[in-house]
């Protein structure tokens, strides 16, 4: 079935409402009594590209969503970063499931939600748009692969990103190659420009890639994950952890390197 016309079901456990395509997998979740929450662990990680932004720029610039889910992150850079918001849905089902069961507000100067293929209205784009923040979660309603996840889309990422901007990729599918993604990641970004973060159970792997991103010293990166986890921390930010998860990709590619 089209990902534009899968149908949209929903499930509640434990106080949690989650988001399926017409199967038992999760596509996003929110716990009701606490919307501005972000639920799941992987969403969680993928918001860990805000270490790499010096905490002054924190809400600065456009955040870019590929992939609505059930709009956690796009609820997040709205609502409490303040940043202006675009989410980019194929189904125009999930944005409606949206707007009526996870808080998703309504269209306003600061937010957009576009109903459109995301790698078409990736390539659509004339001109450069100076993202700050680029979140891709791209699934098929089985959630077997990321369905864009070739070197032209991410080409087209590293494109869109302001400098200093940065991308989180959520890599997970029963089909999909965690090691193959990040080195098409990588040889886009640079291998000094791309990091992973530490599986979760359910074994989703974060990626976080940065264009001409500054990386600072320790001290200044727990300073940062000490104000993320004084503003954010009871909305499901550790911060203070993602610093014991993060790994560079060119500590793997170093690994692996055959000797000449």
Not at 32 to 43: A, C, F, G, H, T
Not at 111 to 118: C, N, W
Not at 204 to 225: F, S
Request: charged share 20%; with cysteine; net charge neutral.
């Amino acid at each position: 079935m089209p990902a534009a016309t899968t149908p949209v079901t929903l499930s509640e456990f434990d106080g949690v409402r989650y988001l399926h395509l017409g199967s038992i997998w999760v596509q996003g979740a929110m716990r009701i009594r606490k919307p501005q929450q972000v639920e799941l662990d992987y969403v969680q990680r993928m918001l860990a590209s805000l270490l790499w932004l010096p905490t002054e720029a924190l809400g600065q610039g456009l955040a870019v969503q590929l992939g609505l889910g059930a709009g956690a992150i796009t609820r997040f850079t709205h609502q409490q970063l303040r940043m202006q918001t675009l989410a980019v849905e194929i189904n125009p089902l999930v944005v409606g499931a949206n707007r009526l069961w996870f808080h998703l507000p309504a269209d306003d100067e600061r937010l957009q939600v576009v109903t459109m293929d995301a790698g078409r209205w990736l390539r659509r784009q004339a001109a450069p748009l100076s993202v700050q923040l680029l979140h891709v979660d791209l699934y098929d309603h089985e959630a077997a692969a990321p369905v864009l996840d070739d070197e032209a889309f991410y080409a087209d990422c590293h494109a869109a990103l302001a400098d200093g901007g940065l991308l989180s990729v959520n890599l997970f599918g029963r089909d999909a190659s965690f090691e193959r993604s990040a080195a098409r990641i990588a040889a886009v970004f640079g291998t000094d420009q791309v990091w992973s973060l530490r599986p979760t159970r359910e074994g989703n792997t974060v990626v976080v890639a940065g264009r001409a991103v500054v990386v600072p010293g320790r001290d200044e990166l727990i300073a940062r994950a000490d104000a993320l986890a004084a503003r954010f921390g009871t909305l499901g930010l550790p911060a203070r952890k993602w610093l014991r998860m993060v790994r560079p990709y060119s500590d793997n590619a170093n690994a692996t390197a055959t000797p000449s």
